[in-house]
């Protein structure tokens, strides 16, 4: 059984900032595929960033500049650093960890509301 539980979360003012941690899967963390979601009201739940076991980062075009995805693999944790927040980035925001075709964990989310 698998848990990811997302941390993090609140209101904030536009232009404002937040860190959104998740902790993972511990035994096979560095060999997974990490990634952030989020979705708004009468949305669909969108790709907003992610990070393999390599390092390597993927970000949505509306975020781009704005969040960075890290992980740290010491204390099996992935993060999503969101600056310059904007009220389009008002949602509920999931952790996913994937390995593979078959292995695939969604946190239960954390809710960012980005308000004046």
């Known amino acids: 059984q698998v848990q990811l539980v997302e941390s993090g979360g609140g209101l904030v003012q536009p232009g404002g900032s937040l860190r959104l941690s998740c902790g993972a899967s511990?035994?096979?963390?560095?060999?997974?595929?990490m990634g952030w979601y989020r979705q708004a009201p009468g949305k669909q739940r969108e790709l907003v960033a992610q990070?393999?076991?390599?390092?390597?980062?993927n970000y949505a075009d509306s975020v781009k500049g704005r969040f960075t995805i890290s992980r740290d693999d010491a204390k099996v944790t992935v993060y999503l650093q969101m600056n310059s927040l904007i009220p389009e980035d008002t949602a509920v925001y999931y952790c996913?960890?994937?390995?593979?075709?078959?292995?695939?964990?969604w946190g239960q989310g954390t809710q960012v509301t980005v308000s004046s």
């Open positions: 990070i393999d076991s390599d390092g390597i980062t």
């Open positions: 996913r960890q994937q390995w593979g075709s078959a292995y695939d964990y």
């Open positions: 511990g035994s096979i963390f560095r060999r997974s595929l």
